[in-house]
């Protein structure tokens, strides 16, 4: 399952630049995919899903960031499996299962303890990947803090570890917040829209650019890392400009 987890990585690195270390990906062998017929709800990888259900609607809601994210993920969980439109399938549905249901939360982040419970390392992944979603939005809720505290828990993550990940999200879009602002002028012409775009125009222009600049794309092609940085580093750009696009949309 180390494939799967350095996929993970690489997906974190879709919405965080410059303030955490990347993985390398030279063992990535796309070759060595898994057939999977059973119950994903024993795989670490329809558990991952689950929590993520849980923690995307902590709030009561998901941005389209979040979805954004949970799409990319769906899409690239699966290809790493022979039987990929079926995981994809069951990927989705798990989700819109579990998003609606908060009582096994600690039932399910146990299960996947089960599981990693001899790589300390990867639980902290997954924690750092939750709490990326969590964030994404840059509004880290009392109800978000309050779950991922009850996931970390249940993976036996040691709490200074989880106060310093939260410390480091903080810090990066605090960082993010106090420099300087795109214009609303910058924001069209990085999206390469007019400003007299509708908003199918605007959104197809953006999921244009995504997936142009997508780190995880980038890097399946063997893209040296200083590419991929540059890459990441351009999405949260495209990002930045959509969402200051879309808040001037509805003034």
Not at 212 to 225: N, R, W
Request: proline fraction near 0%; aromatic fraction near 10%.
């Amino acid at each position: 399952m180390k494939l799967i987890f350095l996929l993970f990585v690489a997906i974190v690195l879709y919405f965080i630049a410059r303030n955490y270390k990347t993985e390398k990906f030279e063992n990535i062998k796309l070759d060595n995919k898994e057939h999977f017929d059973g119950d994903l709800m024993h795989h670490e990888v329809g558990l991952l899903v689950a929590l993520m259900a849980k923690v995307s609607k902590a709030d009561g809601k998901v941005c389209e960031l979040e979805a954004q994210m949970l799409k990319h993920t769906f899409d690239d969980l699966a290809s790493y499996f022979t039987n990929k439109e079926e995981i994809k399938n069951k990927l989705i549905d798990i989700y819109k299962t579990e998003k609606e249901n908060f009582t096994n939360t600690i039932i399910l982040a146990k299960s996947l303890y089960s599981i990693t419970k001899y790589d300390y390392q990867k639980r902290i992944k997954v924690l750092e990947y939750l709490l990326n979603l969590a964030f994404i939005d840059k509004n880290f809720s009392n109800e978000e803090k309050m779950i991922t505290q009850d996931i970390a828990n249940a993976l036996k993550i040691k709490n200074t570890d989880f106060e310093n990940l939260i410390n480091s999200f903080k810090q990066f879009y605090n960082n993010q917040k106090e420099s300087s602002a795109l214009s609303l002028s910058k924001a069209y012409e990085i999206l390469d829209v007019n400003s007299n775009a509708d908003d199918t125009t605007i959104k197809k222009a953006y999921r244009t650019l995504v997936k142009k600049h997508h780190p995880d794309i980038i890097a399946g092609k063997g893209a040296k890392q200083n590419i991929i940085d540059n890459a990441t580093r351009k999405l949260q750009e495209i990002n930045e400009a959509y969402e200051l696009i879309k808040k001037d949309k509805k003034r």
